[in-house]
């Protein structure tokens, strides 16, 4: 016999790298997740939380529909909630939010259609007052409204001088038109951009309303918001214009200087400021315009979502809640251990028919699932602090599920490669590399096909369908590396064993079902 080559000799040490390469990657990112306690970011079905339904208010075009998406999903991660999932189902649009404890919090603002229009202020109103009549005999009766809103001020009484004071408590002398009382308020269904409309105020306006022009601007001129504590004002909403919002709002201020001009925000002024009431002359706002409440400062929560709400966009179209569903995290948590306990019963199953059927390799598979369930755990963890991967739910603990058994495909399509070639008369030793060159084709194929169905499957499809094949995909994609990395070098290391390989009871040539002396 020739004396082993140095190639020969350097082999089996590329082996034992690479499998403790595998190793310590698989089971240190484990411990390192785990140290940092982190965890899947489990979905709606398995944590809880609510999901809401909405329609918009009117037709509308498919482009609408996702742009509302795509706002809508802003606002929710804007919120710090995580895993969240908006999507379209025919003309309505489904918003699962897991793990939140206030869902009346979170539907406050990401059910906002934050439409915010700029109008001219015609002149305030008082709190609605329906008036009765009582005739002789009857009971007092309700009676309607007097017909349509006026579209000016009846009074007329709101025009100011270049000369008012500043300091003046009340710079619109009987500037409330009591007339205007027995109009009722315009709902915000009927908030037409295009009409003079009777809006009312926020909560602390003490029920004042307004009488407000068409729209002349709209949201689109906001490029960006934040909410501010001010030490004079209180919270108030500072609102950089683009460039194009900025020219558009000066004209707008400079056709009504000295006149009041509404900021409405989904059918309630949020501030109705005068235009420069102590300047002679108009000035350019430079691009940014303040939403304050001279009354005491807007409140802090509505600040902060009125800010996020006008961040992340102006929707296109006005929706309407249709349902509101709530899921208990212990009915998640049900769903879950149901779900686990089948998969961990099927896998024990399929872990004692391999090491039954293939003896020491079936202890492979085994080791080969931990390297893959640990590199699994860890990703998983790490992907649930960041908004790559989808929330992992009950679908992808099902797409793992079914990994699972493609895994052991290709163990097996291995195993059964080095069956044929040890049948053929060829040692153990020498079959380990020619029947994975010709297995690892096949699983590659195999693989492929089960990506190719994952990758089309995440991109067309939503919701749950899409964590199971993101979670398939991976799975599948760990499978190549393992098989590659781990199952090649720890079976080549094996069957380099005489030992190993012609052990009575466990021996892989038991498992290959090869006659005494194949192992040689």
Request: charged residues 15%.
């Amino acid at each position: 016999m020739s004396p082993p080559t140095r190639s020969q000799n350097h082999r089996p040490r590329a082996l034992v790298v690479s499998l403790i390469i595998v190793v310590v990657v698989a089971f240190g990112s484990l411990a390192g997740v785990l140290a940092a306690r982190w965890s899947p970011r489990l979905g709606l079905d398995l944590a809880g939380g609510f999901s809401v339904v909405y329609k918009p208010a009117h037709k509308t075009s498919q482009t609408n529909l996702n742009e509302t998406v795509s706002i809508l999903t802003n606002r929710v991660n804007g919120l710090g909630v995580s895993g969240a999932t908006v999507n379209t189902q025919g003309d309505q649009i489904v918003v699962s939010v897991p793990g939140v404890k206030n869902p009346n919090q979170v539907l406050s603002v990401i059910g906002q259609t934050a439409q915010l229009l700029f109008r001219p202020g015609l002149c305030y109103s008082p709190p609605y007052l329906q008036a009765t009549e009582t005739k002789k005999g009857q009971k007092p009766r309700k009676v309607v409204s007097p017909g349509p809103l006026p579209k000016t001020c009846p009074q007329a009484n709101l025009l100011v001088t270049s000369n008012m004071s500043t300091s003046s408590t009340n710079p619109y002398p009987n500037s409330v038109d009591t007339t205007l009382e027995a109009y009722p308020t315009t709902l915000p269904a009927k908030d037409n951009p295009s009409a003079t409309v009777l809006l009312p105020g926020t909560a602390g306006s003490g029920g004042l309303r307004y009488l407000a022009g068409p729209a002349k601007l709209t949201g689109h001129i906001v490029k960006s918001a934040v909410a501010q504590l001010t030490p004079t004002q209180g919270w108030v909403v500072d609102i950089s214009l683009t460039k194009s919002g900025a020219t558009a709002w000066d004209n707008l201020a400079k056709e009504y200087f000295h006149e009041i001009v509404i900021i409405e925000l989904d059918g309630v002024v949020q501030s109705a400021p005068i235009t420069q009431p102590g300047q002679a002359s108009f000035t350019s706002f430079a691009g940014q315009v303040e939403i304050s409440n001279s009354s005491g400062g807007i409140p802090e929560s509505q600040a902060k979502n009125l800010a996020i709400a006008l961040n992340y966009g102006t929707l296109p179209v006005r929706l309407t809640q249709l349902t509101t569903q709530t899921v208990s995290p212990t009915l998640g948590r049900s769903s879950l251990d149901a779900g686990l306990g089948a998969g961990l019963a099927g896998l024990i199953l399929v872990l004692l028919y391999t090491i039954f059927y293939y003896r020491l390799l079936g202890i492979v598979v085994v080791s080969g699932l931990a390297v893959t369930a640990a590199l699994l755990w860890a990703i998983i963890s790490s992907l649930g602090h960041t908004s790559v991967a989808p929330s992992f739910d009950l679908a992808g603990v099902t797409g793992i599920i079914v990994s699972i058994g493609i895994t052991v495909d290709s163990y097996i399509v291995y195993f059964e490669r080095l069956k044929d070639e040890t049948r053929a008369g060829r040692t153990v030793r020498t079959s380990v590399d020619r029947g994975f060159r010709s297995a690892f084709r096949t699983v590659l194929a195999a693989d492929f096909v089960s990506l190719l169905a994952a990758v089309l499957l995440y991109w067309l499809a939503v919701g749950e369908v899409k964590g199971f094949a993101f979670f398939l995909g991976l799975s599948t994609l760990l499978d190549v590396f393992a098989t590659y990395f781990f199952t090649r070098p720890l079976v080549a290391l094996l069957g380099r064993s005489e030992r190993l390989t012609q052990a009575r009871r466990i021996g892989i040539n038991q498992g290959l079902a090869v006659g005494a002396g194949g192992g040689s």
